[in-house]
T-cell receptor, first 118, second 118 residues
Framework: AQKVTQAQTEISVVEKEDVTLDCVYE???????LFWYKQPPSGELVFLIR??????QNEISGRYSWNFQKSTSSFNFTITASQVVDSAVYFC???????????????FGKGTHLIIQP | EAQVTQNPRYLITVTGKKLTVTCSQN?????MSWYRQDPGLGLRQIYY???????DKGDVPEGYKVSRKEKRNFPLILESPSPNQTSLYFC?????????????????FGPGTRLLVL
């Protein structure tokens, strides 16, 4: 069985601070995808990134960056120079891919509520 | 416009009154899933479908049914709703793909359905 742990239930920082959201996952499968989603107060789920288990290259997109480390089973998300609009609940998720071409559903962490104070 | 639609968006019902939440996607995706989101528990998968006529249980399938007679539709059925099924429900669809790139949207979620069972 798969498991995703987001140990930080809530984080509150002041605008312009950098903040890192932790994600630790567990799976016995070797082929999987990792995701981050953002859920703003309006409630919809916004896809942010997908990473393949065979690609540990870190990604940067503007103020967002992701650090994928298989050795520690972590896929952490960093926001630099945070802004009030970054306030949301962020979910990390895992999806196992099967050798026959099928896939499991997404296993989500419980989410981290990020509060950016002006 | 590529999207996942859910209906209704909001529903108040009473215990035992059968209901169906519809989900439809226009992207010809093979995979579709249902999740429920509850405070402190994050998102949990109810059922998923890898293709037409192929469905499987997720983590919390009790009290729910699904069907996948057409590729685009994946309705969630509550035969006899109970108050513990009060939740926010999300439908999602996706297609197996190769390595994902930042900015390439590979997972689509519906807008959510808020259900209250009295």
């Amino acid at each position: 069985a798969q498991k995703v742990t987001q140990a930080q239930t809530e984080i509150s920082v002041v605008e312009k601070e950098d903040v890192t959201l932790d994600c630790v996952y567990e799976t016995r499968d070797t082929t999987y995808y990792l995701f981050w989603y953002k859920q703003p107060p309006s409630g919809e789920l916004v896809f942010l990134i997908r990473r393949n288990s065979f690609d540990e290259q870190n990604e940067i997109s503007g103020r967002y960056s992701w650090n994928f480390q298989k050795s520690t089973s972590s896929f952490n998300f960093t926001i630099t120079a945070s802004q009030v609009v970054d306030s949301a609940v962020y979910f990390c998720a895992l999806r196992v891919m099967y050798s026959g071409g099928g896939a499991d559903g997404l296993t989500f962490g419980k989410g981290t509520h990020l509060i950016i104070q002006p | 416009e590529a999207q996942v639609t859910q209906n209704p968006r909001y529903l108040i019902t009473v215990t035992g009154k059968k209901l169906t939440v519809t989900c439809s996607q226009n992207m010809n995706h093979e995979y579709m899933s249902w999740y429920r989101q509850d405070p402190g528990l994050g998102l949990r998968q109810i059922y998923y479908s890898m293709n037409v006529e192929v469905t499987d249980k997720g983590d919390v399938p009790e009290g729910y049914k699904v069907s996948r007679k057409e590729k685009r539709n994946f309705p969630l059925i509550l035969e006899s709703p109970s108050p513990n099924q009060t939740s926010l429900y999300f439908c999602a669809s996706s297609s197996p793909g190769d390595r994902g790139l930042l900015g390439q949207e590979t997972q689509y979620f519906g807008p959510g359905t808020r259900l209250l069972v009295l």
